[in-house]
């Protein structure tokens, strides 16, 4: 009987896994929300100065979409003094993060923007702090 009382119990226990990777995962999608910082307007949006332009000389932005934990497109290909714009449209938090130093966005929400001004020609490969699995890369011509 003893037998039959523990593989009982063990089973209610296999059925409650589910629920409860479920509740620990709403758990951490909650908690990530709330270390976001504040104002999404105040601290999503970041900006490098702008390259001056010259008479003949106009520089579009190129647009990199977060969506369904990717960046798109990926790569991209812009001149030198081209500037980018990554827009964040999941629900959940992204932060942009180059190999270099000085180069990352803040965390951003659902439509946060980040946006840099590229002026050295070169290879740029960048991943997502938060979920090291996304990546992308930029190259910049002249």
């Given at each position: 009987?003893?037998?039959?009382?523990?593989?009982?119990?063990?089973?209610?226990?296999?059925?409650?896994?589910?629920?409860?990777?479920?509740?620990?995962g709403a758990a951490m999608a909650i908690l990530l929300a709330a270390c976001a910082p504040g104002s999404a307007h105040a601290t999503g949006q970041q900006s490098s100065p702008a390259i001056p332009t010259g008479s003949a000389a106009t520089t579009a932005t190129t647009a990199i979409t977060i969506?369904?934990?990717?960046?798109?497109?990926?790569?991209?290909?812009?001149?030198?003094?081209?500037?980018?714009?990554?827009?964040?449209?999941?629900?959940?938090?992204?932060?942009?993060?180059?190999?270099a130093p000085d180069l990352h966005s803040s965390v951003l929400n659902r439509n946060d923007q980040f946006t840099h001004t590229f002026a050295t020609p070169g290879s740029y490969a960048y991943i997502c702090r938060i979920h090291p699995f996304m990546h992308g890369t930029l190259v910049v011509n002249n």
């Open positions: 009987m003893e037998a039959k009382d523990a593989a009982r119990s063990a089973a209610g226990k296999a059925r409650g896994l589910p629920m409860l990777l479920t509740a620990l969506v369904n934990f990717k960046f798109a497109p990926t790569p991209v290909t812009v001149k030198a003094g081209a500037t980018v714009r990554w827009t964040n449209k999941d629900g959940i938090a992204h932060a942009v993060d180059f190999s």
